[in-house]
Nanobody
Framework: QVELVESGGGLVQAGGSLRLSCAAS????????MGWFRQAPGKERDFVAA????????YYADSVKGRFTISRDNAKNTVYLQMNSLKPEDTAIYYC??????????????????WGQGTQVTVSS
């Protein structure tokens, strides 16, 4: 049974930083592309970042490029999202997702097979 568990969310002031973690189990983690999405109140779930199986390729939404960094530790079955220079508009529930089958892209939630329960990030102004 695949399980993704996010942690590290919380309340932070604008300009601050948070590091999200997503611990995976029940899958061959080192073979899977992983992604982060977020959903703000009243909005659709949007792509944030993704990373290839070995960490060699990363993808970012334009809104977070230069501020967020995705990384992974395959020995720990964990993917991270370092978020710096946070803005109030980054407030959302952040979800970790895993691709367990070959997929063409990484930016659509339809291309992911498993999801975590989400972790709340709130950025105050």
């Amino acid at each position: 049974q695949v399980e993704l568990v996010e942690s590290g969310g919380g309340l932070v002031q604008a300009g601050g930083s948070l590091r999200l973690s997503c611990a995976a189990s029940g899958l061959t983690f080192s073979r899977n592309r992983m992604g982060w999405f977020r959903q703000a109140p009243g909005k659709e779930r949007d792509f944030v970042a993704a990373i290839s199986w070995n960490g060699g390729t990363t993808y970012y939404a334009d809104s977070v490029k230069g501020r967020f960094t995705i990384s992974r530790d395959n020995a720990k079955n964990t993917v991270y999202l370092q978020m710096n220079s946070l803005k109030p508009e980054d407030t959302a529930i952040y979800y970790c997702a895993a691709q367990t089958r070959p997929r063409v892209g990484v930016r659509s939630e339809d291309e992911y097979d498993y999801w975590g329960q989400g972790t709340q990030v709130t950025v105050s102004s």
